[in-house]
T-cell receptor, first 114, second 114 residues
């Protein structure tokens, strides 16, 4: 059974700093890994999706990496801004035919201090 | 232009009542999901439908009955609501068989049981 863990559970950093969020998963047989952002009381916004054959994806100040064999992904945020404050969730889609569900991590609550 | 829309956004009701949540997507996807986010913010799959057929049922109590009248709609009916049903319910959609495409989420329905 796939389990996804995110460390740390909460992180506070001063504005302008670069930071890394971590995600680990127990079963490396995945189709893809997706990073989401969730603002308080809001829905999920998809940030990046990395396919199992890819090593990284970039979007603006965000860079996500994937090391499938070791069951790890990182989300790098450059030059953090107060608007980046949110909960960040990673989710994996297992590589089982017919299993289209996502298994979510526990989330990292990020606070950027102005 | 909302891709995945859920109604209502908020639902407050008493224990023992029956309620429904509706979800519609205009992305042309053929697979839809219900996820539950508990008080600790942990997101977990409940159901998945592909072309109106149930493909995932993650041991959800049979008080929960999803219904998919067509592939663009997936509704969730809950009978005899219990205190533990208080959570945020997210609807999502994707295209079956396309592992390089992300799942798209609605804004959630916040269910509170009094």
């Amino acid at each position: 059974k796939q389990e996804v863990t995110q460390i740390p559970a909460a992180l506070s950093v001063p504005e302008g700093e670069n930071l890394v969020l971590n995600c680990s998963f127990t079963d490396s047989a995945i189709y893809n890994l997706q990073w989401f952002r969730q603002d308080p009381g809001k829905g999920l916004t998809s940030l990046l999706l990395i396919q199992s054959s890819q090593r990284e994806q970039t979007s603006g100040r965000l860079n996500a990496s994937l090391d499938k064999s070791s069951g790890r992904s990182t989300l790098y945020i450059a030059a953090s801004q107060p608007g980046d404050s949110a909960t960040y969730l990673c989710a994996v889609r297992d590589a089982n035919f017919g299993n289209e569900k996502l298994t979510f991590g526990t989330g990292t609550r990020l606070t950027i201090i102005p | 232009d909302t891709a995945v829309s859920q109604t209502p956004k908020y639902l407050v009701t008493q224990m023992g009542n029956d309620k429904s949540i509706k979800c519609e997507q205009n992305l042309g996807h053929d697979t839809m999901y219900w996820y539950k986010q508990d008080s600790k913010k942990f997101l977990k799959i409940m159901f998945s439908y592909n072309n109106k057929e149930l493909i995932i049922n993650e041991t959800v109590p049979n008080r929960f009955s999803p219904k998919s009248p067509d592939k663009a709609h997936l509704n969730l009916h809950i009978n005899s609501l219990e205190l533990g049903d208080s959570a945020v319910y997210f609807c999502a959609s994707s295209q079956w068989g396309f592992s390089n495409q992300p799942q798209h989420f609605g804004d959630g329905t916040r269910l509170s049981i009094l």
